[in-house]
T-cell receptor
């Protein structure tokens, strides 16, 4: 069965430090991949998506992710963390079948401290 | 343009009672999805509508859950009778046709069964 694994349920960084949130997927066929963010008391917001075009994808708020087929990974990075980046981040992959059903990872809560 | 709207935002009910959650998708989005996140675990797919038809309901936990989408517009998810393990956050999402198109999520309904 397809799965998405996010390594680390909690990540803490200092303001200005590099943010790296890890995501690995399992699929025989590379899926489309997404990163969503959930700020407190809000819904899920799309950060970026990979749909088989460029392997390095740039998203909103300075985030980017690189699709690496050989590693079945889609890690999310941001060069310099800001306090406003504190939120929960979800990696998701499209399930096989031709529609947009998503398989989510368990989420990573990012804390940013001064 | 209005986003995906869910009602209510919170619901606390007693075990054995009935609860109905509502989702209004973005106008013109044929695809509507229900997802659920239980106890901080991964967000799991429940079902998928294409217009008024159920395309995939493989994620529905059991027959206590009933989803409808009248006229291909808004959708309701009824839980009857509710059990303690049904507690969680229920998300609705909608998307246009096309594989890999972005799914827009609502803020979710936090359901607590006591």
């Amino acid at each position: 069965a397809q799965s998405v694994t996010q390594l680390g349920s909690h990540v803490s960084v200092s303001e200005g430090a590099l943010v790296l949130l890890r995501c690995n997927y399992s699929s025989s066929v590379p899926p489309y991949l997404f990163w969503y963010v959930q700020y407190p008391n809000q819904g899920l917001q799309l950060l970026l998506k990979y749909t088989s075009a460029a392997t390095l994808v740039k998203g909103i708020n300075g985030f980017e992710a690189e699709f690496k087929k050989s590693e079945t990974s889609f890690h999310l990075t941001k060069p310099s963390a800001h306090m406003s980046d504190a939120a929960e981040y979800f990696c998701a992959a499209t399930a096989s079948g031709g529609y947009n059903k998503l398989i989510f990872g368990a989420g990573t809560r990012l804390a940013v401290h001064p | 343009e209005a986003g995906v709207t869910q009602f209510p935002s919170h619901s606390v009910i007693e075990k054995g009672q009935t609860v109905t959650l509502r989702c209004d998708p973005i106008s013109g989005h044929d695809n509507l999805y229900w997802y659920r996140r239980v106890m901080g675990k991964e967000i799991k797919f429940l079902l998928h509508f294409v217009k008024e038809s159920k395309q995939d309901e493989s994620g529905m936990p059991n027959n206590r859950f009933l989803a409808e989408r009248t006229g291909g517009t808004y959708s309701t998810l009824k839980v009857q009778p509710a059990e303690l393990e049904d507690s969680g956050v229920y998300f609705c999402a909608s998307s246009q046709q096309g594989f890999g198109t972005e799914a827009f999520f609502g803020q979710g309904t936090r359901l607590t069964v006591v």
